[in-house]
């Protein structure tokens, strides 16, 4: 059965979307500890975010493969990706859409989060600075933004030719 994952985007105060991408954020964090946040906080800052989604199309289903929840400023709120769809480009295609709408891209990972920060360092994120007892549960995090000589910028140059 062929398959397509199709980028779409979930504008401000649509909850397309918001149950599949909590479903996937909740199973990462009883896998991996991570993405801990209330599920009020989580779906109140979806619902007054613009969300970039990743959705695989079947024959008869969609299903979402991976998500980022973008505030205004390009800082993303929240990125997942399913764990069975990492190593496929589904992350760094997320950014990608967020850095080419929005230019700036920042975020928060928790300093623990090794995954992240591998996945962030990856593709260009440099740590801006270390914020103690940043989360709810005073886990420590990392502020990161997109170096000038990031992924993004790699990419966009590559298209400008």
């Not at 994952?5 to 009883?30: H, M, N, P, S, Y």
């Not at 979806?46 to 959705?55: C, E, G, Q």
């Not at 980022?68 to 997320?94: N, Q, T």
């Amino acid at each position: 059965m062929s398959a397509t994952v199709e980028l779409r985007v979930v504008e401000q105060g649509d909850d397309t979307f918001v149950e599949d991408a909590w479903a996937l954020k909740e199973g990462i964090r009883r896998e991996e500890g991570v993405l801990r946040q209330r599920r009020g906080f989580f779906t109140d800052a979806y619902a007054r975010s613009r969300t970039f989604v990743l959705v695989e199309r079947t024959l008869d289903e969609e299903r979402l493969v991976g998500f980022a929840s973008v505030r205004r400023d390009g800082y993303i709120l929240f990125l997942a990706v399913d764990p069975d769809e990492r190593g496929e480009g589904h992350g760094k295609r997320l950014v990608a859409a967020v850095a080419e709408e929005y230019g700036k891209v920042t975020c928060h990972a928790r300093t623990s989060n090794e995954n992240a920060l591998e996945f962030y360092q990856g593709i260009g994120f440099e740590v801006v600075r270390k914020i103690d007892n940043y989360y709810e549960d005073y886990g420590d995090a990392y502020y990161l933004r997109l170096g000038e000589d990031s992924f993004t910028e790699k990419l966009s140059r590559f298209f400008r030719r």
